[in-house]
């Protein structure tokens, strides 16, 4: 996806900034264009600056400083309900003493829709979540599931251009939640719909968004394609946060073009792409996704680097089997391999080596 322009953007924060006491930055210096129909993912963990960037689009809060503008116009005094954005929330946040029809006529008739309107469109959003039956019931009589289906068809039933959602699967079972990660997804394409989705979960980030933003500190560390994302991490924080790794320690020895030499704090020397190190002398944390390692010998590329391990344990995952390996130093080195016929078999104790491509491995900021 191209990154859309200022020109483009159908949300746009400009120099954002948010301070509750006047001092602490919450959020810092917020640049960020998303385009119509885009499917935005704000991740981070807690105290990041995500929800804060979400409830002040939604108009829930004020920004200290900066703009926020929706389709080129600026909403920083336009209140909550006039900006016709949809919200879902993680505690569904239905009216318990109304019925499901009602809970979703409710924004409509706020829009003062006519009834026979009102009833079309609650019949199309109900039906858009397969919740056709449903509209006679109150909220208390739904499973957790099913109410949070409802949530979302009130969020969308008012046809809004833009739809925020804060943690929106929080509270659901593992199998549920994955149903509704597609469900959401496939409904917001659908619709061509703006989406703006805050969680911390990464999986469900890069599952379903189409660019994610990774917040820490109040500053996005970077914004990415999830693809990107997982093999392309700009930063330490990006690559530790998103997805699993394996972290070594050293200084960068020398630097030529796409290649630089780490030695290793235990000693070892290795060969790594450079990403946040430009000249030998600086500290670096070096990752290589666990996935990207091979000890099968006959399986190693012949331009590996290769490097002594012992194993410290198996783990079986059905899927894939898991080793925890000691390697310079780092006890915790993880290597995932597919669970297949041919799969090697390793036990605890053993010494063995180890390989990967330079290409594979980062050399990011200390």
């Known amino acids: 996806m191209v990154n859309p322009t200022s020109e483009s953007a159908f949300v746009q924060f400009d120099r954002v900034q948010k301070s509750y006491d006047g001092e602490t930055l919450v959020v810092k210096d917020l640049n960020l264009s998303m385009p119509k129909g885009e499917f935005l993912t704000m991740l981070g963990p807690s105290g990041s600056g995500k929800t804060t960037c979400l409830m002040m689009l939604a108009g829930f809060e004020t920004a200290t400083h900066g703009d926020i503008l929706l389709n080129g116009t600026s909403i920083n005094n336009i209140p909550p309900h006039k900006r016709g954005i949809g919200m879902v929330f993680q505690n569904y946040a239905l009216f318990p003493h109304m019925t499901v029809a009602e809970n979703l006529s409710f924004p409509l008739e706020v829009r003062k829709m006519g009834k026979s309107d009102r009833e079309a469109k609650v019949k199309r959003a109900l039906d858009m979540v397969q919740m056709g039956d449903f509209g006679g019931r109150r909220p208390a009589q739904l499973s957790g599931g099913q109410q949070q289906r409802i949530a979302l068809a009130r969020a969308l039933v008012f046809e809004p251009e833009l739809v925020l959602m804060d943690e929106p699967l929080g509270a659901l079972d593992k199998q549920l939640r994955e149903h509704m990660q597609f469900e959401i997804t496939r409904l917001a394409h659908d619709l061509g719909i703006t989406t703006v989705y805050v969680t911390h979960d990464q999986t469900e980030a890069l599952t379903m968004s189409d660019r994610v933003a990774v917040f820490d500190d109040g500053r996005i560390q970077q914004l990415a394609p999830p693809d990107q994302l997982y093999e392309e991490p700009e930063n330490s924080f990006v690559a530790q ?48 996704r666990p996935e990207r390692v091979e000890f099968n010998k006959d ?57 990967w491509l330079a290409a594979d491995c980062r050399a990011l900021d200390a």
């Open 299 to 355: 399986r190693l590329n012949p331009n590996a680097h290769t490097i002594k391990a012992q194993v410290k344990e198996f783990i079986y995952m059905g899927d894939i089997f898991r080793f925890r390996l000691s390697v310079a130093g780092n006890d915790d080195f993880i290597v995932k391999t597919r669970n297949a016929p041919d799969a090697v078999k390793l036990t605890p104790g053993e010494t063995i080596e180890i390989g």
């Open 241 to 288: 946060f998103i997805g699993e790794n394996n972290t070594l320690t050293g200084v960068v020895k020398s630097v030529s073009g796409d290649a630089c030499v780490i030695t290793l704090d235990s000693g070892e020397e290795i060969d790594a792409k450079p990403v946040n190190v430009s000249q030998p002398g600086e500290r670096t944390k070096v990752s290589i």
